[in-house]
T-cell receptor
Framework: DAMVIQNPRYQVTQFGKPVTLSCSQT?????MYWYQQKSSQAPKLLFH???????NEADTPDNFQSRRPNTSFCFLDIRSPGLGDAAMYLC?????????????FGPGTRLLVL | GENVEQHPSTLSVQEGDSAVIKCTYS??????FPWYKQELGKGPQLIID?????GEKKDQRIAVTLNKTAKHFSLHITETQPEDSAVYFC??????????FGAGTTVTVRA
């Protein structure tokens, strides 16, 4: 089945130790998104790629970076995780960027920072 | 920017009864309104969506209504079942890529 896959499902890292989360998709969608979701809150958009074009949200901390080496894969890099970065990280895709396109979410990666 | 308000924040219903969640939005230019269901420890799953050229859409036990004049839309779940227990998010699309989410409604279906 076509889908959005995130690995790992759970990630434990140490304070200040860089960590990378990965997302892959078999939908062949042009747009890939990364969201941060903290407990009992709505997802918060960090950035998105429209094809190879990176688009950062104005309030996303510099500590968060992303790479998209090809259509299928997208990575979230957290350069120096702090305790406040513990959250669920969600990857989503959409076929294109026009406003009526559906976004499909992956299962998420739960990040714990010790 | 777009602001989406969602009510209630929690909803407890008896199995078999109906559940209704309401959302309002601020940007009259918004024209796409998806609803997501999120179970504990999982990613949000699209359950239904509506575009601004229609006023109502139904899929089995789930329906969504849209009132563009009043800028509100609602999710209706009929004949609720225990597996409907989850957090539900409404969202509105206010520009060409960004979804603005409501704060979520935790629905509990009592057996």
């Amino acid at each position: 089945d076509a889908m959005v896959i995130q690995n790992p499902r759970y990630q434990v890292t140490q304070f200040g130790k860089p960590v990378t989360l990965s997302c892959s998709q078999t939908l062949n969608h042009n747009v890939m998104y990364w969201y941060q979701q903290k407990s009992s809150q709505a997802p918060k958009l960090l950035f998105h790629y429209y094809d190879k074009d990176f688009n950062n949200e104005a309030d996303t901390p510099d500590n968060f970076q992303s790479r998209r080496p090809n259509t299928s894969f997208c990575f979230l890099d957290i350069r120096s995780p702090g305790l406040g970065d513990a959250a669920m990280y969600l990857c989503a895709t959409s076929r294109d960027r026009p406003r009526q396109e559906t976004q499909y979410f992956g299962p998420g990666t739960r990040l714990l920072v010790l | 920017g777009e602001n989406v308000e969602q009510h209630p924040s929690t909803l407890s219903v008896q199995e078999g009864d109906s559940a209704v969640i309401k959302c309002t939005y601020s940007d009259s230019a918004s024209n796409y309104f998806p609803w997501y269901k999120q179970e504990l420890g999982k990613g949000p799953q699209l359950i239904i969506d509506i575009r601004s050229n229609v006023g109502e859409k139904k899929d089995q036990r789930i329906a969504v209504t849209l009132n563009k004049t009043a800028k509100h839309f609602s999710l209706h779940i009929t004949e609720t079942q225990p597996e409907d227990s989850a957090v539900y998010f409404c969202a509105a699309s206010s520009n060409d890529y960004k979804l603005s989410f409501g704060a979520g409604t935790t629905v509990t279906v009592r057996a």
